[in-house]
Structure formats: structure tokens, C-alpha cells
């Protein structure tokens, strides 16, 4: 079945650092998504991206679909302590159901 | 106002017993979900219904039973409840599904069930 693997699993970095997480698919996704979820709380949509090649800003927030449409990743610019939270990407096959990667926990220390 | 609600918020029972969680959403949205988040933040679907029909059915154990009264809530039933189930089950919606865009989903503020 499909899968999506996300990493790293964890990272911890320094206030003003940038932060990448990745995702691999093992099939042609139609589309990807991102989510963020603060420590306690629940998952929020940050962004959805489904041409080959896309890339979004959101501030200091990048997100790129690969060509093949199989990876993504989310690059956070010059980390602040409100970056703290567990992303997630979620891909969806074409005609298929939305599966979640396994997040990726960012701590920042100020 | 509160897009997708969930009741309860914390839930903490004993093995055996029987327990439900109810999601509602006021997004008008077709699509409701519940997922079930791990102690390692993994979060993996296991319903979804679709304008009250059911459209995804995951392997989950059938003490789980989900049940859609109308387009806007979407309730969980568990019996015979194990510690394994020990988890935060997360309620969600959006307006389309896999076969209809758009897809982002919205999830409740999740409810933490311990078993003990």
C-alpha cells in the first residue's frame, strides 16, 4: 500500500537556525499536504501543493512538490520559539485516501 | 465558533467498559474522519464517512464502530475497551474527499482516552 516516509523524526535546533523536514512517497501523489500541530493541541492545515515542481511561501515557511510528485519538503527560515510543534505531511495517491507521514517534533532553544 | 467539536475532552475508564466520543462540525462540510494518534504522534485514519456513508474502513478491531447520524456528526463507539487503546482520537472533516477536491481536512481538539 501506499506510504509516506517522513524525516527526521526529531530535531532540535538553536533560535534563528533554519529547519527542513522531508518527505518521500512510494507512489505518484495527486497532491500533498503539510500540517503543523503545537505541543497539546491538534493538527492544523498550513498548506496543500499539487502541480510538479510547486513551491509556496508562507513568511518564513517554504514548501516544494518534487517534479516526480513523489517528495516534498518544508523549509522554515530563521526558526522562532513559535515554530515549536510536530509537522506532518500527508499525501494522497490519485483516488485514494490522504496518508500522513510521521511527523517531524522541531524543538527551538532560545 | 468552534469548526469541528469533540466531547469529551479527556476520557478515563477501566478495561471492559464501553465508551463513546461524539465529533460534530459546523463547516457544512460532506466528509468526516476519526484518526487515532499514538504516544509517538502517529496518526493513522481509521474511518471516514462521506455524506453519512461509510468510504474508508481501516483494519481496526470491529469493538470500534463508528456511526454517522447526519452529514455533521460522526460519533465513535469502542467496547470492551483494552490498554492498547490508550490513545488521542482525533475527529475531522472536509468538504470534499479523495475522489472530489478540496481536501484539507479540519480536526477537533481530540480526545485523550487513558485505559487503565
Known amino acids: 500500500g501506499q506510504q509516506v516516509m517522513q524525516i527526521p523524526q526529531y530535531q532540535h535546533v538553536q533560535e534563528g537556525e533554519d529547519f527542513t523536514t522531508y518527505c518521500n512517497s512510494s507512489?505518484?501523489?495527486?497532491?500533498i499536504q503539510w500540517y503543523k500541530q503545537r505541543p497539546g493541541g491538534h493538527p492544523v492545515f498550513l498548506i496543500q501543493l499539487v502541480k510538479s515542481g510547486e513551491v509556496k511561501k508562507q513568511k518564513r515557511l517554504t514548501f516544494q512538490f518534487g517534479e516526480a510528485k513523489k517528495n516534498s519538503s518544508l523549509h522554515i527560515t530563521a526558526t522562532q520559539t513559535t515554530d515549536v510543534g510536530t509537522y506532518f505531511c500527508?499525501?494522497?495517491?490519485?483516488?485514494?485516501?490522504?496518508?500522513f507521514g510521521a511527523g517531524t517534533i522541531l524543538r527551538v532553544k532560545s | 465558533d468552534t469548526a469541528v467539536s469533540q466531547t469529551p475532552k479527556y476520557l478515563v475508564t477501566q478495561m471492559g467498559n464501553d465508551k463513546s466520543i461524539k465529533c460534530e462540525q459546523n463547516?457544512?462540510?460532506?466528509?468526516m474522519y476519526w484518526y487515532k494518534q499514538d504516544s509517538k504522534k502517529f496518526l493513522k485514519i481509521m474511518f471516514s464517512?462521506?455524506?453519512?456513508?461509510?468510504?474508508i474502513n481501516e483494519t481496526v478491531p470491529n469493538r470500534f464502530s463508528p456511526k454517522s447520524p447526519d452529514k455533521a456528526h460522526l460519533n465513535l463507539h469502542i467496547n470492551s475497551l483494552e490498554l492498547g487503546d490508550s490513545a488521542v482520537y482525533f475527529c475531522a472533516s472536509s468538504q470534499g474527499t479523495f475522489w472530489a477536491s478540496p481536501y484539507e481536512q479540519y480536526f477537533g481538539p481530540g480526545t485523550r482516552l487513558t485505559v487503565t
Open positions: 464517512y462521506n455524506n453519512k456513508e461509510l468510504i
Open positions: 500527508a499525501g494522497m495517491e490519485y483516488g485514494n485516501k490522504l496518508v
Open positions: 507512489t505518484t501523489l495527486s497532491n
Open positions: 463547516l457544512g462540510h460532506d466528509t
